[in-house]
Nanobody, 115 residues
Framework: QVQLVESGGGLVQAGDSLSLSCESS????????VGWYRQAPGKERELVAT???????NYADSVKGRFTISRDTAKDTVYLQMNRLRPEDTAVYYC?????????WGQGTQVTVSS
């Protein structure tokens, strides 16, 4: 079985930065895609950022230029560096990993940005 564990969420002020981590129980090179999604109250879960095995990245328009996704294969960890946070970034952030057979999800970590 695969487990994904997120950490790094918290309460910050607008303009601050946070770094999220997702540690995988399985080597991340075995997945086709790893990344982050988020869900705000009353809204659908949305893509934030992903990275494929060949290093190609994809970002939501709302976070381009502010968020950066990265990987450390030696630590089996995916990171999301979030800069210049805005109140509208407030959400539960979920780690996601995809292979040829299914999706895997973490439990989520809360990010709250006050104005």
């Amino acid at each position: 079985q695969v487990q994904l564990v997120e950490s790094g969420g918290g309460l910050v002020q607008a303009g601050d930065s946070l770094s999220l981590s997702c540690e995988s129980s399985r080597s991340i090179f075995r997945f086709n895609t790893v990344g982050w999604y988020r869900q705000a109250p009353g809204k659908e879960r949305e893509l934030v950022a992903t990275v494929t095995n060949d290093g190609s990245t994809n970002y939501a328009d709302s976070v381009k230029g502010r968020f950066t996704i990265s990987r450390d294969t030696a630590k089996d960890t995916v990171y999301l560096q979030m800069n210049r946070l805005r109140p509208e970034d407030t959400a539960v952030y979920y780690c996601n990993a995809k292979n040829n057979w299914r999706d895997y999800w973490g439990q989520g970590t809360q990010v709250t940005v006050s104005s």
